[in-house]
């Protein structure tokens, strides 16, 4: 129960698919207070029954594309549930029919529009942190391997979740003083929603099965599990890490 005692808000539950609930299952289980947030109305509605699975908190409304979304939220939680001891952004979105074919035809509008959600909406979750975290804690992102390598399709994410990367590293520095610590979990793929947007996804699923060490494919419960302990005290000597949790791939060069 490393958790016992702490609450955290949880952004990015899209269903019970998603890495963001099975995040959410792991600090539950560990003994974590969740809040969560949804974009709109209609997807408050659509995950209030699986936030009343992890506690009695009212979904908080967050559009994170919208100006003053992010700061009017962590007022009413601060209001209604209190002060937060760590935060989880699994927030990511791209126009589905370019990630498909080649990167260099990603149009300005969809560049611009995943640079904002993917990736700036985690600076602007870090600015007001501390105003909601003032006991310090952690924080943590969600990122892919496509940020370091080319991944088929992958495009304009791959920009975005590189642009996530370094800002982790930058974010790391700037909140260090607060005692806020704030590192990315670089997940191996896995079926969710959003995934399923990604061109010919089942190929990469299966390359990367076949070439991992553990010769699987990466679950909920491992992303879970790892965001727990980066989010707990046992890691409070961590931060601007990129932690891999992809049963080893990224290590692998060549494999036969």
């Given at each position: 129960m490393i958790m016992q005692g702490k609450r955290g808000l949880v952004m990015g539950v899209a269903n019970k698919f998603s890495i963001a609930y099975g995040i959410a299952s792991s600090l539950r289980a560990q003994g974590a207070d969740l809040v969560f947030t949804a974009q709109s109305d209609r997807?408050?509605?659509k995950i209030a029954d699986i936030a009343a699975e992890f506690g009695?908190?009212?979904v908080v409304l967050c559009d994170v594309s919208k100006d003053d979304e992010v700061p009017s939220a962590f007022e009413k939680i601060a209001k209604d549930v209190g002060t937060l001891d760590f935060i989880v952004h699994s927030i990511a979105f791209s126009d589905?029919?370019?990630l498909v074919g080649k990167y260099c035809n990603t149009s300005r509008a969809n560049f611009l529009n995943a640079m904002n959600i993917s990736c700036y909406s985690f600076t602007e979750v870090c600015r007001h942190a501390p105003n909601i975290m003032p006991n310090g804690g952690g924080i943590v992102t969600m990122t892919y391997y496509g940020a370091e390598k080319v991944v088929p399709n992958y495009n304009v994410m791959a920009l975005?979740?590189?642009?996530?990367?370094?800002s982790v590293r930058y974010l790391a520095s700037d909140l260090g003083e607060f005692g806020i610590r704030v590192n990315a979990i670089s997940a191996g793929?896995?079926?969710t929603l959003a995934a399923s947007g990604?061109?010919?996804?089942?190929?990469?699923?299966?390359?990367?099965r076949r070439r991992s060490p553990l010769g699987r494919n990466v679950t909920q419960q491992d992303i879970g599990d790892?965001?727990?302990?980066?989010v707990s005290d046992l890691s409070s000597g961590i931060t601007g890490e990129i932690v891999h949790v992809d049963c080893g791939c990224s290590t692998v060069g060549v494999k036969f």
């Amino acid at each position: 129960m490393i958790m016992q005692g702490k609450r955290g808000l949880v952004m990015g539950v899209a269903n019970k698919f998603s890495i963001a609930y099975g995040i959410a299952s792991s600090l539950r289980a560990q003994g974590a207070d969740l809040v969560f947030t949804a974009q709109s109305d209609r997807f408050k509605d659509k995950i209030a029954d699986i936030a009343a699975e992890f506690g009695e908190h009212e979904v908080v409304l967050c559009d994170v594309s919208k100006d003053d979304e992010v700061p009017s939220a962590f007022e009413k939680i601060a209001k209604d549930v209190g002060t937060l001891d760590f935060i989880v952004h699994s927030i990511a979105f791209s126009d589905k029919n370019e990630l498909v074919g080649k990167y260099c035809n990603t149009s300005r509008a969809n560049f611009l529009n995943a640079m904002n959600i993917s990736c700036y909406s985690f600076t602007e979750v870090c600015r007001h942190a501390p105003n909601i975290m003032p006991n310090g804690g952690g924080i943590v992102t969600m990122t892919y391997y496509g940020a370091e390598k080319v991944v088929p399709n992958y495009n304009v994410m791959a920009l975005a979740k590189s642009a996530l990367e370094t800002s982790v590293r930058y974010l790391a520095s700037d909140l260090g003083e607060f005692g806020i610590r704030v590192n990315a979990i670089s997940a191996g793929p896995i079926k969710t929603l959003a995934a399923s947007g990604v061109g010919e996804f089942s190929k990469i699923l299966d390359f990367e099965r076949r070439r991992s060490p553990l010769g699987r494919n990466v679950t909920q419960q491992d992303i879970g599990d790892t965001c727990s302990f980066l989010v707990s005290d046992l890691s409070s000597g961590i931060t601007g890490e990129i932690v891999h949790v992809d049963c080893g791939c990224s290590t692998v060069g060549v494999k036969f």
